[in-house]
Nanobody, 126 residues
Framework: VQLQASGGGLVQPGGSLRLSCEASGFNLAVYAIGWFRQSPGNEREGLSYIGNSETTPHYADSVKARFTVSRDDVKKIVYLQMNDLKSEDTATYYC????????????????????WGQGTLVTVSS
């Protein structure tokens, strides 16, 4: 199981970015993907979760209505569209995978995931 997150960069407050999480070496269709972020001195925060195409995504309150997660199992990519970015969104963003057989229990807990991407840095600053 390999994941690679990309799409980070510098953006002004109020701007948008789309992060990508590319999967390889496994069947993405039977894996759920979680997005997390971590800034210096803070714990890793669970942001969103997407199971298979029949389940409803989950979002942390801090990003609800601003971030949208989606998946393309053919391309084996999961996206995190981030709108109305704020300075407090500055962090390194990670995607993580776990099998869908576990359901959505603990979706926002980093210990609940088996594989992680390397992280992509998002900086929101004017």
């Amino acid at each position: 199981v390999q994941l690679q997150a990309s799409g980070g960069g510098l953006v002004q407050p109020g701007g948008s970015l789309r992060l990508s999480c590319e999967a390889s070496g496994f069947n993405l269709a039977v894996y759920a993907i979680g997005w997390f972020r971590q800034s210096p001195g803070n714990e890793r925060e669970g942001l969103s979760y997407i199971g298979n195409s029949e389940t409803t995504p989950h979002y942390a309150d801090s990003v609800k209505a601003r971030f949208t997660v989606s998946r393309d199992d053919v391309k084996k990519i999961v996206y995190l569209q981030m709108n109305d970015l704020k300075s407090e969104d500055t962090a390194t963003y990670y995607c993580a995978a776990r099998h869908t057989m576990w359901g959505d229990r603990g979706w926002d807990k980093s210990y609940a995931y088996d594989a992680w991407g390397q992280g992509t840095l998002v900086t929101v600053s004017s």
